[in-house]
Nanobody, 130 residues
Framework: QVQLVESGGGLVQAGDSLRLSCAAS????????MGWFRQAPGKEREFVAA????????YSPDSLKGRFTISRDNVKNTMYLQIDILKPEDTAVYFC???????????????????????WGQGTQVTVSS
């Protein structure tokens, strides 16, 4: 089993930056794609970014490119999400997730779907004040 724990969220001002972390335990996730999603109150869970097992491929919606950067450190069994120039509309609970299809680089459509992920963290709250 894989356990995922997010950290790094908090209350920030518009224009600030944050780096979220997703630490995996239980077993290595180095063979699996991983992703970040977010969910604002009253809204559906939204795809933010994903990264292939090797880190060579990353995916994110066009609307978020430029401010959101996903990365991973397979030695540390950890994934990161750098968020720059935070906006009030970025306020949400941010979840990390891991696939269980080994060595699959994927496609945008694959990693953007919540149904493709087998493991989820509990989420970390990000609140951006204006």
């Amino acid at each position: 089993q894989v356990q995922l724990v997010e950290s790094g969220g908090g209350l920030v001002q518009a224009g600030d930056s944050l780096r979220l972390s997703c630490a995996a335990s239980g077993r290595s996730v180095s063979r699996y794609g991983m992703g970040w999603f977010r969910q604002a109150p009253g809204k559906e869970r939204e795809f933010v970014a994903a990264i292939s097992w090797s880190g060579s491929n990353t995916y994110s919606p066009d609307s978020l490119k430029g401010r959101f950067t996903i990365s991973r450190d397979n030695v540390k069994n950890t994934m990161y999400l750098q968020i720059d120039i935070l906006k009030p509309e970025d306020t949400a609970v941010y979840f990390c997730a891991a696939d269980s299809r080994p060595y699959y680089s994927g496609t945008y459509e694959y990693f953007a779907s919540t149904s493709k992920y087998d493991y989820w963290g509990q989420g970390t709250q990000v609140t951006v004040s204006s």
